[in-house]
């Protein structure tokens, strides 16, 4: 039975220069993953020179770590600074901030750490114990289940427009006509690139998060006075352990968001980014009389953050057991696996179960130590919520452009962050959602390359071809159960305006 | 009057009507995304209109604080000069000129701050991450 034999490679672990590679890797995901523009996958990319001074289960180790950490990094500048890290930690903002706002950081942070840690272990415990059967999953989606997925991601738009129904879907649908600039893979034609090499290779995810969140809230930080700080006067609260009262509050928010990222984490292409989204649409349809969701709402907070760090262990089970990388930093991992001489596929499991087995236990001690080193970093960083708007605002421009022009050594890359920073301020400014305009642009391609796909495939017939498939079907379900509830008057503002009159 | 949120539906409209026209152009397929997008996007300023109608009738004057567009233009001048200076005398002239013209006259703070930030920088992009940060004339 592989689940005995993945328990007896625990003991791997505690070897020196195992130990040296999870510290090492948590240490810079977390750093990298705070700071806008670097994301996991770079810093992994930027591991595997330093990799060939370790043998495979070390080097691997240390690149899975790395990545953990990052995933959950990017969430520490999304609180405090309204600028998130990392793409899957987009949504964590609008919550944290908030929270941040009223003087609750280090209650953010606390949630969001518990979360993540968390969710990342259920996450490692499942890529341990069920990768193998859980493999035959990610082999189900086909080019109508990821259209169909794109569509159900779209359906979140409704939820984190916050009232601004209209508003929400002209930007989720701006997002995704965005998501079309540059040379079709189809027909080879480039779509609105004006002539621009530039635009001909299409819009980045990353240049758009920044601009649309980090550089825009540098701009927003510049209208206050400048001696203002974001905390407000509270002063920081060094209590980085949840309470048990905060923890019962949010106890079915992180079970709904470590569901949806345990699911979306198999299937590739998905991942963390799309389940945050999910999640938080889904905590805003199941809130109560009195939740404050877009004004800082814990419950939120806590379903993104489980959902991200939720999906970091399974998005690597296609990758062990296929050799099929679930996102880009899966794909530089399998990149580094097979630099040190690994096969991916169910062979491994079989040939190299000590490296497979042990890195895979290196994952899960990650986590938890990532908890230990966040307490300690998130007393530091919390500062950031002190000082002065003044500082704050053009530090986070710095961060954001630097950020940008590191990723790809492209300074073009920076001009397009910059449009994407005015464009979320006027998107602010006059209550268009950026996260709709973010999910559009996540979800565009696989909508599009999906109904494409489709089209070949059915030979013409998608819809008779859509409801043979049982996942499909189920999708469509699932999408349409999803509208009627977002249709049925109880969102949250709706239940805080009847409180308001009574 | 005319006032700014009307103009700002009827932007969107004209955008989107170019989109539209542009996308003709394109063959195989090529079109039906954007072209999709752009009539929902037009369906749904309208309906926004009606949503909202008393917003878009409002005749209260809206004041534009120009502060972020300034310093979105000094911004603009900072990636320029990061081509000419090299990024670290372009970061800590940016810094310099845009905190104290959001307000910080104590010269100490701004000092400090930049001790601390461009030997992090230094650090951490050009000796850890080793990425080629533009030199420009100087450094």
């Given amino acids: 039975m592989y689940i005995f034999e993945a328990l007896s490679y625990f003991g791997n672990l505690f070897s020196i220069s195992v130990l040296f590679c999870l510290f090492l890797g948590v240490l810079i995901g977390l750093v990298i993953g705070a700071i806008p523009g670097l ?62 706002k009223q003087g609750k950081a280090i209650q953010a942070i606390r949630i969001s750490t518990f979360a993540s840690v968390l969710g990342g272990l259920i996450s490692g415990l499942v890529l341990l114990l069920l990768a193998p059967p859980l493999a035959e999953v990610a082999l189900l989606f086909g080019p109508a289940e990821y259209f169909l997925m794109a569509v159900l991601g779209l359906t979140a738009i409704a939820s984190i427009s916050f009232g601004h129904i209209f508003k929400g879907l002209i930007a989720g649908f701006f997002g995704i006509f965005l998501s079309t600039v540059g040379i079709d893979l189809y027909s080879g034609i480039p779509r609105f690139s004006f002539g621009s090499a530039t635009l001909s290779s299409g819009i980045g995810i990353m240049p758009a998060i920044v601009g649309l969140f980090a550089f825009a809230q540098g701009l927003e930080l510049s209208l206050s006075k400048a001696e203002d700080t974001i905390g407000g006067n509270s002063k920081l609260s060094w209590n980085i352990w949840p309470k048990f009262e905060e ?94 001489g690994l096969q991916p596929g169910l062979s491994l499991f079989k ?34 919520t002190i000082m002065p708007k003044g500082l704050l605002a053009p530090l986070i421009i710095i961060f954001s452009i630097v950020g940008t022009y590191v990723n790809t050594n492209n300074i073009a890359d920076v001009w397009i962050m910059m449009g994407f920073g005015v464009l979320g301020y006027l998107m602010n400014k006059y209550n268009f959602s950026t996260g709709a305009a973010l999910l559009g642009l996540i979800l565009g391609p696989i909508a599009e390359n999906g109904l494409r796909d489709l089209m070949v495939v059915s030979r013409g017939d998608p819809i008779l071809y859509t409801l043979q498939r049982p996942l499909s079907v189920s999708l469509i379900l699932l999408t349409c159960i999803i509208v009627f509830y977002s249709s049925k008057q109880f969102n949250w503002e709706n239940k805080n305006k009847k409180i308001i009159k009574k | 009057m005319i006032n700014i949120y009307f103009l700002r539906n009827i932007f969107i409209f004209l955008v989107s009507l170019a989109v539209i026209f542009i996308s003709t152009e394109y063959t195989d397929y090529a079109n039906l995304l ?18 909202n109608k008393e917003v878009y009738k409002s005749k209260k004057k809206i004041l534009i604080n120009f502060r972020p567009y300034v310093i979105l233009f000094i911004s603009f001048l900072y990636v320029f000069s990061i081509l000419f200076l090299g990024f670290f005398v372009s970061t800590i ?44 004339l100087l450094i």
Wanted: charged letters at 10%; glycine letters at 10%; one cysteine or more.
């Fill in chain 1, 39 to 100: 994301s996991p996958p770079m810093a992994i990319a930027l591991l595997i020179p330093v990799s060939f001074n370790f043998p495979p289960t070390e080097a691997l180790i240390l690149m899975v770590s790395c990545y953990a950490a990052g995933m959950y990094g990017g969430s520490f500048s999304a609180i405090l600074i309204r600028a998130p890290g990392t793409s899957a930690s987009a949504a964590t903002a609008i919550e944290g901030y908030e929270l941040t």
């Fill in chain 2, 34 to 51: 954007p072209t999709f997008c752009a009539i929902l996007i037009i369906i749904f300023t309208i309906l926004d209109y009606f949503q």
């Fill in chain 1, 351 to 384: 040939n190299n179960p000590q490296v497979v087995y042990t890195v895979m236990w290196g994952f899960l001690a990650a986590n938890i130590l990532m908890g230990f080193i966040a307490a300690i970093m998130a007393r530091g960083m919390a500062h950031l």
């Fill in chain 1, 247 to 340: 923890i019962k509050k949010v106890k079915n928010s992180l079970f709904r968001g470590w569901g949806c990222g345990l699911v979306l984490g198999i299937i590739p292409a998905a991942g963390g980014s799309i389940a945050q989204w999910i999640a938080y649409a889904w905590e805003i349809q199941k809130s109560k009389l009195g939740d404050k969701f877009g004004k800082g709402e814990i419950k939120g907070l806590a379903a993104t953050e489980g959902s991200n760090n939720g999906s970091t262990g399974t998005s690597l089970i296609p990758m062990f057991t296929l050799g099929i990388p679930g996102g880009i930093s899966a794909a530089v991992i399998l990149g580094a696996l097979v630099i040190h």
């Fill in chain 2, 93 to 136: 002239l940016f810094f310099i000129v845009s905190s104290y013209y959001l307000g910080v006259k104590n010269f100490k703070h701004i000092f400090v701050t930049l001790v601390i930030l461009i030997p992090f920088m230094y650090i951490f992009f050009s000796l850890f991450l080793k990425t080629n940060l533009p030199k420009g």
